[in-house]
């Protein structure tokens, strides 16, 4: 409960009993006293200062109208808008101080108090005796402006019926603390107890959270923080969690820290009720490290496991559907790149879990250079993978290429050259793989030459860049196509980005003998009224060669017709396009729409995104339109958005958002709450055993306690009455 800590940032120190007997100022050690009158009574030892009194010293100031001191009790009375002004810029206030002890001991009653952070306090009676322990009866924080004196309501405040702060143990004590919001009371713990300011970390229970659902009914999650006093460098939490109905899980966290290294994990195990059966006993552990070795190496290692298939996602723990274990060592010097992985894929759905991969291991070096004639780059890798849908595969390959430029007159020539060598020893193929060849070697090779010229249009009211590219490009390779799995390049997609590689499939898997001309015209369009144009079309005309081992194959000597356009005329409106058509009917394959823009401070944008199931390897046709709005009214922002499926002929809303949000630079109410509001719907399902879901998410944000989340339950429901819970 970080709003706790702050009741307790006043602690009084006002220590010494010398006040001279001066008329107007004196100032005896580290105390300095004054006054516009002051009254001496030999006989009965009494005191009285009044009229601007004044008493400071190392940390605090006092001011009050009258000051009564009693050296024979030791007792000194402050009376009459008391004011406390602490070293850090704090100020208290009370009506009556009293003081004992040679000024150890305080009674405030009552105290007014504003922090250096702008927030108040209150309390009814202070108390603070000489061994420095302090107690606040029915103390009252808040982070809003407000005036407790006049008995201003802030918009939200923490109520307690007592705060004892105990400096020999740096421990604050809370009882029956109550969180209210607009009066209403919103949270309530009957006691707690934290470390002070002072202190970093110490262990105890932390903060409890409590919940309801229809799925778990009455549920809570306590965690309990474990500290070492006598090692900072590593700490855990242990977290049960209580499911009123459908079972109970524990989770263990520990995180450590050494020099150059740091390591955390989370272990989970119990016994819930899962897609499986109720009653399951459940075990998941995932864990992350990181490590700075020596000569430049950086290690990261993370694993994931969890022995029943969904029951991480069902209760929260984790999101993840797919669990990648690995250990990655990767080393990066200004010329070079060296790397070495090892890691493991765990599956957690059903349509895909005979293929679960494992990597062990994969090394590669890449040496790259350039000087003032040619660039240069050479690649080494070996790997070994097994369960690769079936396949279990060894490949040794290396890659050697060199580049060079020629700046003519108006011309640019770009030449490129490259040799390659890969082994494979396949171990393992699945039964629909008749072929029976172990050991394959290829090599190859392959060059391009390239040209390219700027064409430019300049005025004041226009400029035009226009840049036509011809490329002739030569692979050579053996035939290893029929022999080889194609596990790197099976959803090749040819675009832009790699129109003009010599190897446009660009995995080692599926190099193939083939000839081809790649030409393309890009073209750049400035004006001051119509904006920024940006316009890319091209295609690739296979002379020779073969095209194999793609899910996507396109058989004919022409690829798509590569097509992309940006086009930002204004604020009112922008657009862009990304589409592969087929040459034959100029029909597209896949596309990919954007339209947005502003008008009136409304912000609009959609989005249509589409894909032919021939050109994918699964088959299926995709086709999906997502649509937002949004408006910002001063200080707030509305939004809302909406995507459905249009496959097959359909209109299925997938997803349904609506959102309230404030965007000034304080706070919605006041100077300390702010309020966000949003709704969800999700219609479509993740997997197995997460359903759809309609929510309502109200979050409440506080100055100095950070934000509380809010989702009934009850108000899902009444949403979507057919929702499974």
């Not at 549920?219 to 939490?237: A, F, G, L, Q």
């Not at 690995?326 to 790149?337: A, D, F, G, Q, W």
């Not at 409106?573 to 990919?592: A, E, G, V």
């Amino acid at each position: 409960m970080k709003y706790i800590k702050i009741f307790l940032f006043f602690i009084f120190f006002i220590s010494g009993n010398a006040l001279g007997a001066d008329n107007k100022q004196t100032n005896s050690g580290d105390i300095n006293f004054s006054s516009e009158k002051l009254k001496v009574d030999e006989k009965t030892k009494i005191m009285i200062a009044s009229g601007n009194v004044i008493i400071t010293n190392n940390n605090r100031q006092l001011t009050a109208d009258k000051v009564e001191y009693d050296q024979n009790s030791d007792k000194a009375i402050a009376t009459g808008n008391v004011k406390l002004k602490e070293k850090d810029g704090s100020i208290y206030e009370s009506e009556r101080v009293i003081l004992t002890n040679e000024f150890k001991s305080v009674v405030a009653i009552p105290l007014y108090g504003e922090l250096i952070d702008k927030s108040f306090i209150k309390s009814n009676n202070f108390k603070k005796n000489d061994l420095g322990e302090s107690y606040f009866k029915e103390g009252v924080y808040t982070a809003c402006e407000c005036d407790f004196k006049q008995d201003v309501k802030p918009i939200w405040r923490v109520e307690t019926k007592e705060i004892k702060h105990d400096p020999a143990t740096k421990t604050i004590y809370l009882k029956h603390p109550v969180m209210r919001i607009f009066s209403i009371p919103v949270y309530y713990l009957p006691y707690l107890s934290f470390p002070d300011w002072t202190v970093k970390r110490r262990s105890g229970f932390l903060t409890p959270v409590y919940g309801y659902s229809k799925q778990n009914r009455f549920h809570i999650k306590v965690p309990y923080y474990y500290s070492p006093e006598n090692d900072p460098t590593w700490d855990m939490t242990f977290t049960s969690h209580q499911n009123g109905k459908t079972g109970h899980a524990d989770q263990l966290n520990i995180r450590k820290k050494y020099e150059n290294s740091s390591l955390e994990t989370n272990i989970y195990k119990g016994n819930l009720d899962t897609n499986k059966s109720d009653g399951d006993n459940v075990f998941g552990v995932n864990f992350k490290a990181n490590s700075n070795l020596d000569n430049n190496w950086k290690m990261t290692i993370e694993g994931k496991y969890a022995d029943q298939e969904t029951f991480m996602r069902r209760y929260g723990f984790d999101s993840s559907d797919r669990y990648k274990s690995y250990l990655n060592l990767e080393k990066i010097k200004p010329n070079s790149i060296s790397k070495i992985e090892i890691y493991n894929i765990q599956n957690l759905d059903e349509t895909s879990s005979n293929n679960e991969p494992v990597l062990a291991p994969s090394i590669s070096h890449h040496i790259f250079d350039s000087n003032k004639s040619y660039n240069y780059d050479v690649k080494l890798n070996a790997h070994s993978i097994y369960n690769d849908e079936s396949y279990d595969i060894k490949r040794w390959s290396g890659l050697a290429q060199i580049n060079k430029k020629l700046n003519l007159t108006n011309i640019v020539l770009e030449g490129d050259a490259n040799f390659g060598l890969d082994l494979y020893s396949i171990q393992g193929r699945p039964s629909t793989d008749s072929n029976d060849n172990k050991y394959i070697d290829r090599l190859s090779s392959g060059f391009s030459v390239a040209a390219s010229n700027q064409y430019g249009i300049m005025s004041e009211e226009i400029g035009v860049v226009i840049e036509p590219k011809i490329q002739f490009s030569s692979v050579i390779s053996s035939d290893r196509t029929d022999e080889v799995p194609n596990r790197d390049s099976s959803e090749f997609r040819l675009d832009q980005a790699n129109l003009f590689l010599n190897n446009q499939y660009q995995g080692r898997d599926n190099i193939q003998r083939s000839d081809r001309i790649n030409a393309g015209v890009s073209a750049y369009v400035m004006t001051e009224e119509m904006g920024d144009l940006n316009f890319f079309i091209g295609q690739s005309q296979k002379i020779s060669g073969t095209q194999k081992n793609i899910s996507s194959a396109n058989n004919d000597r022409q690829s798509h017709l590569i097509n992309s356009i940006s086009w930002n005329p204004s604020s009112l409106y922008n657009f862009s396009w990304f589409s592969l058509y087929n040459h034959h009917n100029l029909k597209s394959d896949t596309s990919d729409f954007n339209f947005n823009g502003s008008l009136d401070g409304w912000n609009y944008s959609t989005r249509h995104r589409s894909v032919d199931g021939a050109f994918v390897s699964d088959g299926i046709d995709r086709e999906e339109l997502a649509l937002g709005i949004s408006k910002n009214f001063s200080n707030w922002k509305t939004s809302y958005s909406r995507t459905y499926d249009l496959s097959n002929d359909k209109e299925e809303m997938i997803s349904e958002t609506l959102g309230l949000e404030y965007t000034g630079s304080g706070y919605m109410f006041g100077n300390c709450l702010t309020v966000l509001f949003q709704y969800k719907s999700s219609g479509g399902v993740v997997d197995r055993d997460l359903v759809p879901e309609d929510s309502i998410y109200l979050t409440f944000n506080f100055r100095n306690l950070g934000a509380y989340q809010w989702q009934p339950k009850e108000i899902n429901k009444s949403l979507n009455k057919n929702l499974r819970y």
